[in-house]
């Protein structure tokens, strides 16, 4: 195979004394679903942060589709294809769903926002119903979808997402992976961060298990469903 | 007191209101975008005043002499070298110490605002200063009993003022620029992840601040004549202290507080006594502090879970 579109090697990152990240590698080859997994603070979250220079990668490198990332600032990153949709969310909870919708093309322009936001409304019809209502006004469900739509805005070519279901009604989960399907087969590219194994494993293609900032294992989704060891780190037996 | 009074003194507050407005406008954004009390931000508006000055002097000596000419010149020059502080001063003082506690941005702002009064003290003496009177004249509505006079100067402050925040309110809410703002202030890592240079956007508001008091600079120069380098300390407070009647924080809140400080202001000087107006302006800033916080369009800050 051609070089992975994201290719993150030994990389290491540190909050003040606390090493957070310890020689990380993995990569994501354009139009692969790859998830990772692992318990509360293994350091998940943190290394899809430290993509964005926050906390900065102290050794290692990363690179997307040939770019490292390590000497860019926080605010180019998006720039070059790359959209995050963090854990909590992060609407903004004073601009009305439209606006936040907008806010998501800021790395291209507004050139295709009418098209794109056409495109979001018939992905997340609910979202057309508030479009224009504050944020804060939507259930976390609502918010979620907000978010994920938003990180479309962009056109990107790698979509990051932190924890999706977090915090929410299995059903809206259900909704939401659904949802992700319906990306992923138009051929977005997928870094799924989750803590509910079941569903991001049977999305994905492949997948990281983490423990204390450390890579465990790597394999296809159903590999790491059958691997004893997956239960033992992350499921506990 | 009668009617016409009463009337008159509203005036007057609304022309001085607008000022404080207009002031007040910097010290909300930079509390909203970055929790800071920028306390150099009414030097900043003292530095306009002898731009003011110096930019009249100058077109006179040009022999320029009509008033429309050298409202418009002055109001280019203050608002671009007044920008240009702003820009400075939060590149220098402001932004090195983004990281640090909430503390050291406020102490290097008074460090800042010393600095400022006495480079001013010292490049232009410590003497008051004047600009001659350019436009005279007012109108005089006749009432049954008495009058209301409004001076054109009063007048170009009320309009010019409004026009400022009329401008500045359709900036945030419907530009680009606006929104990036707003989505700073909201939430300045996700606007990061978002792709929007989120310093660029502190150093515009900065700029946008210092930009509203150098109009404020230039309306009341030319409407009181006189200024020193320590007048930015005093309509600095009190300005601040529409921010936070306002609402701290919110922009419409800075207007609506600055109009409602200049005309309680101006009732008090004509009702009770002008030499305690000040005692009352900040008593009332004490009197919200301890009874609504959060001004009077404030949001109470929630916690974010």
């Not at chain 1, 295709?112 to 939507?138: C, G, W």
């Not at chain 2, 000419?69 to 402001?94: K, P, Q, V």
């Not at chain 2, 320590?230 to 407070?237: A, E, L, Q, S, V």
Request: proline content about 3%; aromatic content about 8%; glycine content about 12%.
């Amino acid at each position: 195979m051609n070089q992975p579109l994201l290719d993150i090697q030994e990389v290491d990152a540190s909050y003040g004394p606390i090493q957070a990240l310890n020689q990380v590698s993995m990569h994501i080859h354009q139009g692969e679903i790859v998830t990772l997994v692992g318990a509360n603070g293994a350091g998940k979250s943190t290394l899809l942060m430290s993509l964005f220079g926050n906390p900065g990668v102290t050794r290692g490198e990363i690179h997307f589709d040939g770019t490292a990332l390590t000497s860019q600032p926080g605010h180019k990153i998006a720039s070059l294809g790359i959209a995050l949709v963090p854990e909590g969310r992060h609407v903004f909870a004073q601009m009305s769903v439209e606006e936040n919708l907008i806010m998501g093309t800021t790395p291209i322009g507004t050139k295709h926002v009418h098209e794109d936001l056409e495109k979001m409304y018939e992905l997340f019809p609910i979202l057309e119903e508030r479009k224009q209502q504050n944020a804060s006004t939507l259930s976390g469900g609502e918010q979620q979808m907000l978010a994920i739509a938003r990180g479309l805005m962009s056109r990107p070519r790698l979509l990051l997402l932190d924890e999706p279901s977090l915090g929410l009604a299995p059903i809206v989960v259900q909704q939401i992976f659904s949802i992700l399907k319906e990306v992923a087969s138009g051929g977005m590219t997928i870094f799924l961060v989750e803590q509910n194994v079941h569903h991001a494993l049977k999305l994905a293609n492949r997948g990281y298990v983490m423990a204390n900032g450390r890579i465990k294992l790597g394999g296809t989704g159903t590999e790491l469903l059958s691997n004893r060891e997956v239960r033992e780190a992350y499921m506990g037996g | 007191m009668d009617l016409s009074t009463l009337l008159q003194q509203l005036v007057n507050g609304l022309a001085l209101g607008s000022v404080y407005g207009l002031i007040a406008i910097g010290y909300t954004m930079v509390y909203g975008i970055i929790g800071m009390i920028n306390f150099a931000h009414g030097d900043v508006y003292m530095i306009s005043a002898y731009v003011t000055a110096i930019v009249i002097a100058l077109l006179t000596f040009f022999g320029i002499e009509s008033f429309p000419i050298i409202l418009l010149g002055t109001l280019f020059f203050t608002i671009l070298i007044n920008s240009a502080y702003g820009w400075t001063i939060e590149r220098l003082a402001y932004r090195p110490l983004r990281q640090s506690t909430r503390l050291a941005p406020l102490i290097s702002a008074i460090g800042v605002s010393l600095v400022l009064q006495n480079y001013v003290q010292i490049s232009q003496g410590a003497r008051s200063q004047g600009v001659p009177t350019l436009m005279s004249g007012s109108f005089r509505l006749e009432m049954a009993e008495g009058f209301i006079q409004v001076s054109y100067t009063q007048l170009l402050i009320i309009v010019v003022a409004l026009l400022g925040m009329a401008l500045l309110t359709w900036i945030i809410q419907s530009t680009r620029l606006g929104r990036e703002c707003r989505a700073t202030q909201q939430d300045r890592k996700m606007a990061m992840i978002l792709g929007i240079n989120t310093d660029r956007v502190i150093s515009t508001v900065f700029v946008i601040g210092a930009a509203m008091a150098a109009l404020a600079g230039t309306l009341v120069t030319l409407n009181y004549g006189t200024f020193d380098f320590y007048i930015g300390f005093i309509i600095g407070i009190k300005a601040f202290t529409a921010a936070v009647l306002g609402g701290i924080g919110s922009l419409p809140g800075a207007m609506l507080g600055g109009i409602l400080l200049g005309m309680s202001e101006s009732l008090f000087s004509g009702m009770v006594n002008t030499d305690y107006k000040d005692v009352f302006a900040f008593s009332l800033l004490v009197l919200i502090m301890i009874f609504r916080p959060t001004g009077l369009l404030g949001k109470p800050e929630v916690e974010k879970v």
